[in-house]
Nanobody
Framework: QVQLVESGGGSVQPGGSLRLSCAAS????????MGWYRQAPGKERELVAH???????SYADSVKGRFTISRDNAKNTVDLEMNSLKPEDTAVYYC????????????WGQGTQVTVSS
């Protein structure tokens, strides 16, 4: 079973930036896609960005133009660069592996908390 460990969260003011990282315990080379999700208090977990093994990317409308996902198969990591952060970006962020049909493959990790507040 692949272990996924998220890091890089923190507290920032609106307009600030953070870079999240997800480290997998084994190779993600053959995994169709890696995704970043978030879950805000009282809300369902949502997919905010994903990147395929061909480096094709997709973003939720709410983060398009502000977030950038990247993937390093050699290091087994997936990063999420977040700029122009808004209070509504406050959530626990998780990463996971995805099939071609966007089904989650792995277990959920602990996530990393992102808080955007003035």
């Amino acid at each position: 079973q692949v272990q996924l460990v998220e890091s890089g969260g923190g507290s920032v003011q609106p307009g600030g930036s953070l870079r999240l990282s997800c480290a997998a315990s084994r190779s993600i080379f053959g995994i169709y896609a890696m995704g970043w999700y978030r879950q805000a208090p009282g809300k369902e977990r949502e997919l905010v960005a994903h990147i395929t093994s061909f480096r094709s990317t997709s973003y939720a409308d709410s983060v398009k133009g502000r977030f950038t996902i990247s993937r390093d198969n050699a290091k087994n990591t997936v990063d999420l660069e977040m700029n122009s952060l808004k209070p509504e970006d406050t959530a626990v962020y998780y990463c996971n592996m995805l099939t071609r049909s966007m089904q989650v493959l792995g277990s959920w990790g602990q996530g990393t908390q992102v808080t955007v507040s003035s």
